[in-house]
T-cell receptor, first 110, second 113 residues
């Protein structure tokens, strides 16, 4: 069935380093959404990308949607402790459902 | 405006017991979803509803039942709990397909012993 592959599963960074997570689909996506889940919390919507090649920024976060609408990335510049959590991508599929990536856990090294 | 509220937040069940998880949303959203989240596996859809009185199966529906008698409420039932159902359960809602942003409840941590 339709899947969204998200890599890496974990990323350990020093505070101040950059972080990137990638999502890939074998099929064209109508749109892709990104969510953040803090430890012990629930997923919270960050952004939706709809257009081919779209790039959106939220402060230190940059979201990209590929030209073919089959891949997307989230890049965080100069990570801070408040960025800790798991980042998920999600894309709609038939029958009103969202397909979720497995998530990338951002861990700040002490 | 409470958003999406789940009850209970924590529960421990013995194998074979039954329970119902309640999800309530006050945003007049059409679509509601029940997910389970297990370590390293992301979110998996159990059941969903596209409107009052309708329900449909998701990826992992076995062992669960749902009902949506009122638009604002979506109930998830476990008839005979099994240890494999130990998980964190999230309810979510979306306004409509054109506005797919999902709002989540706080989660229910269920342990089946």
């Amino acid at each position: 069935g339709q899947q969204v592959m998200q890599i890496p599963q974990y990323q350990h960074v020093q505070e101040g380093e950059d972080f990137t997570t990638y999502c890939n689909s074998s099929t064209t996506l109508s749109n892709i959404q990104w969510y953040k889940q803090r430890p012990g919390g629930h997923p919270v919507f960050l952004i939706q990308l709809v257009k081919s090649g779209e790039v959106k920024k939220q402060k230190r976060l940059t979201f990209q949607f590929g030209e073919a609408k089959k891949n997307s990335s989230l890049h965080i510049t100069a990570t801070q402790t408040t960025d800790v959590g798991t980042y998920f991508c999600a894309a709609p599929r038939v029958n009103y459902q969202l397909i979720w990536g497995a998530g990338t856990k951002l861990i700040i090294k002490p | 405006n409470a958003g999406v509220t789940q009850t209970p937040k924590f529960r421990v069940l013995k194998t074979g017991q039954s329970m119902t998880l309640l999800c309530a949303q006050d945003m007049n959203h059409e679509y509601m979803y029940w997910y389970r989240q297990d370590p390293g596996m992301g979110l998996r859809l159990i059941h969903y509803s596209v409107g009052e009185g309708t329900t449909a199966k998701g990826e992992v529906p076995d062992g669960y039942n749902v009902s949506r008698l009122k638009k604002q409420n979506f109930l998830l039932g476990l008839e005979s709990a099994a240890p494999s159902q130990t998980s964190v359960y999230f309810c979510a809602s979306t306004l409509r397909v054109e506005v797919p942003e999902a709002f989540f409840g706080q989660g229910t941590r269920l342990t089946v012993v």
